[in-house]
């Protein structure tokens, strides 16, 4: 694919959409029971047409099947670590205050 890290990008670089649109794709995989939990500016890749792309799901937590609830407990704290951390690029990438994103989705 024709992408580059978001990481490469300057600062500023992306819209309020662009970061709409990565939400989805991140909400699509906590639908489907995936966490990423490391989720960082590395890990999404940006096409040039501005399509969006997660790698590295090396370390994801799949929540599995039925109600085992230690193993739903952690796919619970990792997808806000996943939301901590969209809310952090988001503010970095849109020249918002980074603290104050993590700290109005923390781990709720």
Do not use: Q
Not at 37 to 61: M, N, P
Not at 65 to 70: A, E, K, M, N
Not at 78 to 88: E, F
């Amino acid at each position: 694919m024709d992408a580059e890290p978001l990481a490469d990008l300057r600062e500023n670089a992306c819209d309020h959409a662009f970061f709409d649109r990565l939400e989805e794709r991140v909400d699509a995989l906590h639908d489907r029971g995936i966490a990423l939990g490391d989720l960082h500016h590395r890990d999404v890749l940006v096409g040039e047409d501005g399509s969006i792309w997660i790698i590295d799901l090396a370390t994801a937590w799949i929540a599995g099947g039925g109600t085992y609830s230690l193993r739903r407990a952690i796919f619970r704290r990792l997808s806000a670590l996943d939301r901590v951390a969209m809310a952090r690029m988001r503010a970095r990438w849109t020249g918002g205050d980074v603290d104050a994103a993590a700290a109005a989705v923390a781990y709720k």
